[in-house]
Nanobody
Framework: QVQLVESGGGLVQAGDSLRLSCAAS????????MGWFRQAPGKEREFVAA????????YYADSVKGRFTISRDNAKNTVYLQMNSLKPEDTGVYYC?????????????????WGKGTLVTVSS
């Protein structure tokens, strides 16, 4: 069983930066690919970023490329999402997720476990 807990959300102004963290349980963290997704009120959940187990391969939604960076510290069982130049359209609940294998051709990229989410609100 993998337990995921997100933190770091909050209220910020457009143009500000924020770093989200996701702490995972267990001692086999490096076996899992990790991802970040977000959901705005009244909208579908969407992909934001993902990282392979080693961190060597990363993927980003076009809407966040050049602004967001996913990274991981496997020794600390933690994955991060650094968000820069935030825009109001980045507002939403951000979810951390884990997968035994990334499947880029299916919904949610094959994520098996999900955190409860952390709210990010970006004002104009």
């Amino acid at each position: 069983q993998v337990q995921l807990v997100e933190s770091g959300g909050g209220l910020v102004q457009a143009g500000d930066s924020l770093r989200l963290s996701c702490a995972a349980s267990g001692r086999t963290f490096s076996n899992y690919a990790m991802g970040w997704f977000r959901q705005a009120p009244g909208k579908e959940r969407e992909f934001v970023a993902a990282s392979s187990g080693s961190g060597r391969n990363t993927y980003y939604a076009d809407s966040v490329k050049g602004r967001f960076t996913i990274s991981r510290d496997n020794a600390k069982n933690t994955v991060y999402l650094q968000m820069n130049s935030l825009k109001p359209e980045d507002t939403g609940v951000y979810y951390c997720a884990a997968a035994t294998a990334l499947r880029l051709n299916i919904p949610n990229y094959g994520m098996d476990y999900w955190g409860k989410g952390t709210l990010v609100t970006v004002s104009s």
